[in-house]
């Protein structure tokens, strides 16, 4: 049976100013994660994360972070700060550990990946980001969270369009390994990240899958080995498919829907699904986030500029019509209120 508590209001206030510091305190370590990482960092192409001027807000920029969630899956975030020379170490700044750092992720549900006290020097030059790092940056809790580490720097380093590639140095020295053996040596590329498996080889392709997190308004990107040709066809039957059966993700496609076609032409991915597909209306946010990922994986691929979605060969009306490329996957704002909105529901509702 379902009750409700009627709180008086400033007892629901300080009922939720504790949530949200027990929240900051109480973060899991992300040691769930289905897989041991990798030792070299491989990442996910993502061109629509370039930073850029928010025009709405006069001396702010856009700039995307990178966070673990409770399952150890890296996730990118749009955050705004203030616009000053230096806004590639500003965004590295804000995944810092640190109180207000940690209280900001906090609010997402998800956590700060590098070491607290870690400072940076970093210079680019020639495409390449020369990145220097305090001996902080060593101490980091678990293999997990090292790698992670790692992966959500180059990840946001390779953001900005004057950066292709990433070196690390530890107190101005190269080193070959961190604490937990994830290695740094040498230069690092954008690739592909939050691999589902390990088991690439050379008759199998790699695609980016995404799927929605702990958070009702948080998308995660993945990796998904597949054999054969990895085109904008096979990544929208794996994500019809859903997330592997091991994965605390969730589907964004409904259950029974089926997959008719796909064909890009002019720039435009046609997507057709079978009937079941209308059943996205019924989500809470009118199948808004499950676009999104639709979205997201289908612009992974050269020459889709856009989406069009069809269901037994009709249009299907989104609210947008066509759907076109986002500026970012996830928004820090969208996270945070999603976030506070269920946390408060748990303290009003109890079975």
Known sequence: ?????????????????????IVAICIPTGENKESEPETEPQLTPSPFLTPVTDENNEGSMNTVAYYQDDNGYLVP??????????????????????????????????????????????DISGGVARLDMSKEALNSPDAVSEYNMVSAIVQTLTDFPTVEKVRFLIDGKETERLTFGTGISGEFTRGYMNFESSNLNDASSAVTLYFTGDSPSMIVPVTRAVYGKGDIQTAVMELVKGPSATSPLNRVIPSGCGLKSVKVENGVAYVDFT?????????????????????????????????KVLVEGEEYDTGAGTLYAPTFVNSASDIQDAFIRAKTQEIFEFE
């Not at 400033?10 to 100013?17: E, Q």
């Not at 059943?279 to 199948?287: K, L, P, V």
């Not at 986030?289 to 289908?298: D, G, Q």
Request: charged share 25%; glycine share 6%.
């Open 1 to 21: 049976m379902k009750f409700k508590y009627n709180l008086k209001w400033p007892h629901a206030v300080a009922a939720i100013i504790i949530l949200i510091a």
């Open 275 to 307: 009937r079941e597909f209308i059943t996205i209306a019924e989500e809470t946010d009118g199948g808004r986030l499950a676009l999104r990922a639709l979205v997201l994986t289908c612009m992974q691929f050269d020459g889709v500029k856009s989406v």
């Open 77 to 122: 975030v749009m955050r705004s700060i203030g616009a000053e020379e230096g806004i590639a170490r500003a965004t590295l700044n804000l995944m810092v550990k640190s109180v207000y750092n940690d209280m900001e992720a906090a609010r997402m549900g998800l956590r700060c990946v590098i070491p607290e006290n870690t400072t940076f020097d970093l």
